[in-house]
């Protein structure tokens, strides 16, 4: 039994009608283990699965799915059985996860068949929130306390609240105003005198985030500060929620995930193990994008045939000097969002430029020079070498400031500065590369 | 007070001479967020600061900083003051990675300086774990009980464990041969009775990891089941220390800028306020492989250059091919390195690549259908039409399977697959590309 793999003593379970061998079977087996399995499953044995278990385990694997398998799955079930076998038995941050993925009617319709009012409650305000920040990260979970309260009343208190709550992550310390003032430490409870006052032991609260806040400075200042768990409070300190590392982590490598896929043309979550229409549908529109550069790139030659026809052997660098501007653009690109994405803007825009130059200005001398004497031993025209190194300098400079440009731009208009990093900034530096070199060539060659 | 910037505050104090004056001003300052503002600092303010500061709150400070400046600073420093100052304020994790930056001799003198012979040996210990694994990641400050104590006498046992420890993130239960058998909730132990036996109260251990596991996998273990620590044991079970999430985090984020460079085509760590000959040293090798790459394109497109001569449509379409060729390599490498990093290896090559092979007929066929419209919409010669979609079909099915091909034998040759996505496949895809092309011209045109 020991040795049989996760997936197999799941299959075997599948094919068990007997439920007390069926619950043998995949007894000990991690929820996260079986979300792992049962995504790779067809839609009928998925659902044959969770017709067999029982509500509170479905509720732990559906917390592990992806969020596409899960609405599918999800959708199989009455808002009745949504509301009672599954919200009833999640934290509020994650059922309120699950619903956001719901048509809007269904998702009203399951809140008012769930039996506990108040965490009906809890998760419609949840889901107020908009994606991507504080609010929307935070479970409402607590283990609150008066700061009036003594050492032995405290711990009475935090016990009956703790039974609702699987993990302790913090026990908060609040005022008669219901405002956050404090944390209390375990330790500190462990060693106090039973009459003590809370006021007396608890530590004064050092970070807090808004509901508002944005889910990427959360995570920094959680990184920042090696934090576990943080409250998140309104603008009147009184106490929401509160974000744990986890959520924090899963986050982060969302976002990183996405960066690295826009930086390579990939729209979409796209997986190794989607079908081949997904990651088709995810490569398909960069590629466009660049065919369509091309073909741009292609009028431009054909407008400058006559040069071509001329002095032949300027045809032959058009591709290095594409390929080097697109390089150096997503160079740039790629550094001005990394600064962005961990909030180290301490320059503004013209610092960023000015020094974007300076380093243009040295890469491309470097290459220039390493491309002129290339190009010398090469055996290539005296003529012809002096420009392809001309335009590179030139296009290599353009290109740095043109690549630190944009991202900045777009994110002060709000969008999204990793989208500079695709193939969008490739194609753009190609164009404006070639119009250089041809210009430089008439100058120089003077055809 | 309240409204000086962190900043301000700290350029302040350097200017004070009365030392009560210097720590009221940086009073409540958190560690991190002076390790920020003084990495910006010249050597010599820094050194300046740290000479005013207490050594606890030094150790504090340098645990966050940057490891090149960290060296900086710390070299500046004798062996002694390091021993003692900073190392005897240190959690064994921080001060191993501190000394790790040290030249080898150094870090002897230093260990043989260390007053708590018992740190000194655990240090000395972590140092022989290789970089990136649980053990190079893991501290060993722990607080850990034996399984034949009563409630009571464990309490006590926590207490004088837990004060020389800053946080306490688990208790651990061990048997009498020192091997792990489980962990103690708080939350249990407060409701137990004093005489209960641990070895009733404690939850058997269901995660841990061994020192020499990978770090890439014990943060996807971490993530996968939520964990917010992880003990680590040898191959017998017994427990040598422990990995919190917040390392794992710091470690999620490096690894996630680290790729996302390669894939944008930069080494190093560069960060946006770097000095320009940082910056060009971290770009500069990706140019001047492309550049390299760029002059072998222009040496076969010499070889051919007849073919445009007689066809000058020819070269028209040479970016756009390099491009695409270039563009989907980078696409199928990107899903295969995520793929790897995350763990998701259910498939072997041969299906990898068939998958590949069917997504990049896929996106062929669209992309040289919408290429064979356009180039009939837009005038040009019904051969040169056909070379070009028929090129860009083989290209694009050539550099999906490329593009796979390499980073999983990166894999297997237990080099960073992340490799692959830098310059060098896009460099690797435009020569092949281009030589493509002219041989699938000489078949249609038939010059």
Known sequence: MEEMSIRARIVKALGETNEAEFAQIIEGIHPADMAEVLETFVAEERSAFFEKIDPELAADILVE????????????YSTEEIAQELVGNMDSDDA?????ELPEDMTKEVLSQVEDVEQAKKIAQLLTH??????????????????????????AAMRSQAEHIDRVHAVYVVDDNDILVGTLSLKKLLTAQRTAPISELYRPIEHTVLSTTPAEEVANMMQKYDLFVIPVVNAAGELLGRI???????????????????????????????SVYEVTRARIPWLLIGLFGGLIVALIIGKNEEDIQLV?????????????????????????VQALASDRKENNMIQK??????????????????????????????????????????????????????PLMLDRFKVDAALATGPFITTANDVIGLIIYFQIGRLIIGY
Chains 1, 2 share one sequence.
Do not use: H, W
Request: charged share 20%; glycine share 8%.
């Open 353 to 406: 430029l000015t020094k974007e130059l300076a380093v243009g200005l040295f890469n491309g001398l470097i290459l220039s020079l390493v491309m002129f004497g290339a190009g010398l031993l090469l055996g290539y025209d005296q003529l012809i070498t002096l420009t392809v190194s001309t335009s590179l300098l030139t296009v290599i400079v353009f290109a740095s400031l043109f690549g630190t440009f944009i």
């Open 130 to 155: 908009e994606e991507d920040t504080a609010g929307a990260l935070m479970a409402t979970e607590l283990v609150v306390v008066n700061q009036s309260l003594t050492a032995i009343r405290c711990v």
């Open 65 to 76: 799915f992806d969020e596409e398998e899960r609405g599918e799955l999800v959708s199989t």
């Open 312 to 336: 032949p052997a300027l045809a032959f660098f058009m591709p290095l000097i594409a390929a080097m501007a697109g390089n150096v653009g997503v160079q740039s690109s790629a550094i001005v």
């Open 96 to 100: 309120a996860d699950m619903l956001s």
């Open 244 to 274: 744990t590392l986890d959520d924090v982590v899963d986050f982060i490598r969302e976002e990183a995930e996405r960066d690295y896929q826009l930086a390579s043309g990939l729209t979409d979550e796209v997986e190794s193990d989607d």
